[in-house]
Structures are given as C-alpha cells and as structure tokens.
C-alpha cells in the first residue's frame, strides 16, 4: 500500500522550464496556455518537476501522465490542453532524472523508487471537486506504460482507470548482445556509467517531418540512461509478468499499427490477462509510436476524451 503520511505540499515555481525563470524552449502551443510548472518534493529529498493544466469550467477528473523512457511532458502540449479545455485536472510528470529534472540525469535508484514518486504524489492531491469525488486516471505513454500497471501491484486502490499509449512491455528495439553484457558488468561495478538510449532515430516516433525535427532540436529530451536505469527497467519487466491479476480498473490501449519501437500484437495478449473485465483496446491505422505527432492527433485525443467522459460519470 501507499505510506501513510504524504509529503509536504508541491512548491509551484515560475511558468516555463522551473529552472531560470525564462520561458520554456518548448514553449507551449496557443491551446497550451494554461500549464504551470510546480515542483514535488519525494520522501528521499529528489525534488522533481511537473506540469499542472487547470481545467476549464466544471471539473470532470484528474488524469495524470506519464512519460517514455526519452520523452517528457514538452512532447503533450496539445492533447493535454485538449482534456483540459474538456474539464480534466491534467498533471504530467517528468520523471526524476528526465525531462526538466536535471539532477541524476538518465539515472533513478530503482523502479520501485519510480512507482513510488507516483504513488505518493497521488496521496498530495485533493480530490473533490463541484460534482464531489473526482475519479482519477493514470496515463502511461511508451514505457511510462509499464509503471502505470506496476502501479496497480504496488499501489493498489490509488487509481480509477488506466490509459495505456503504446505501452512498453514488448520492445522492438533493444541493445546489442555486447551492450547489454557491458550495460550488466556496469552496473555490478559502476551503476552510474551511461549508454546511449537506442531509440534516437526520430524516425521511429513519427513520420511526420516538422515532429522528426522538434526531436533531433529538443533539448531535453533524454538520449543517455546508466546502467543501474536500464537494468531496472528489465527488472520491471519481470515485476509486470506476475501483475495483470492485480489490474482490476477500466483500460483503454490506444496502439498504433505503425509502431517500430513496441510490439503491438503480444501487447493485446498481455492487456487481455488483465483481471478487469472493462478493456477497450483501439487501434489506429497508419500511425506511429507516438501518437501526439501523427499528422492528425485530434482523432486519438476524441478517442481518449470519450473514455474518460465515459468513465467519469
């Protein structure tokens, strides 16, 4: 279960990056207007940071994002913008040593500590709301989407649904045999050491030119992980073989034909061992890993929205 007694409060920090106080290089796009960055304060002293979108009108739920290995809450302006002109609290989260968290960088002390940070940033939050008890929905995008389930075995009873966006339990591409044996004597003797990401070719996120583009010029996105990170997240994978009885909540898998970076077809068989009997799994032709940059991302936002009404009644 979660501790029992939550952190102090997040301390909000200027709009833009939270770090100089001038704006963002991923500043956000006009329907983005309305995120701040705010700061949360972990159990063992990481302060990592994240982006709050205020909903607009009566509030619905809360959904909160999680990212991929590289990305980072930069990468989602729109669809966020979007659940949150719908009513929705969004909060995205950068992932301590990713994103706007500079500290550690491309490193964490396990995946436990991930789920971990989740789970007691979800205890700080109200939630009530005009219409009372607000649901709330966990989002994982890539292999954010492994923590969202790990989530569901290590935090029970936190979440009311799960969206699942190409999640990362089946990769297509990995390290070479001789990198992972070198990735595995680092981390027995120096766990910090880093290696390259192999996902740095922005064809395998879009095909979109302009979106191919904004990735080889993003600052902060993540191109190095140490090895104690990319050891976790194989000890991950292994945690999420015995959890799909513990996911008891509604699912939506969004999956892209296209994808070049998970496997989609073993991903439906795993979805399908989920305890939970309310899963929708949507598939969407011609499109690639990341969803936010296909040419119209309208469509799987609509898609996401009408889940979340849906489930938020």
Request: aromatic share 10%.
């Amino acid at each position: 279960m979660a501790d029992a007694n939550p952190p102090s409060p997040p301390t909000p920090l200027p709009e833009g990056d939270g770090r100089t106080g001038e704006p963002s290089p991923l500043a956000p796009l006009p329907e983005g207007e309305g995120w701040r960055v705010h700061e949360h304060l972990a159990r063992d002293g990481y302060r990592w940071k994240y982006r709050q979108y205020t909903p607009t009108g009566e509030a619905r739920g809360i959904v909160i994002f999680i990212h991929g290995i590289q990305s980072h809450a930069g990468w989602y302006e729109f669809s966020c913008s979007k659940l949150a002109a719908a009513g929705y609290h969004i909060f995205f989260l950068d992932r301590r040593g990713s994103g706007m968290n500079e500290q550690d960088r491309g490193d964490a002390p396990g995946f436990r500590r991930l789920l971990d940070d989740i789970g007691e940033f979800v205890t700080t939050l109200p939630r009530t709301g005009e219409r009372g008890s607000l649901p709330l929905f966990l989002a994982g995008i890539s292999w954010g989407g492994k923590l969202a389930v790990a989530m569901e075995r290590r935090h029970p009873g936190l979440m009311n649904g799960l969206i699942l966006m190409c999640p990362g339990f089946f990769a297509r591409v990995r390290p070479t045999l001789w990198q992972r044996i070198r990735i595995l004597c680092s981390r027995l003797f120096r766990p910090r050491t880093k290696f390259p990401i192999p996902l740095n070719d922005p064809e395998l996120f879009t095909a979109t030119p302009r979106w191919q583009q904004f990735l080889r010029d993003d600052p902060l996105r993540l191109h190095h992980a140490t090895a104690r990170l990319l050891i976790e997240s194989v000890r991950l994978d292994g945690y999420l073989r015995f959890t799909p009885k513990y996911v008891h909540v509604p699912v939506l898998v969004m999956l892209a034909a296209e994808d070049r970076i998970i496997r989609y077809e073993p991903t439906r068989d795993f979805v399908n061992k989920f305890a939970t009997p309310d899963k929708t799994i949507i598939e969407y032709a011609g499109a690639h890993h990341t969803l936010e940059f296909e040419p119209e991302p309208e469509r799987f936002v609509r898609d996401l929205q009408r889940w979340l009404d849906a489930h938020s009644t």
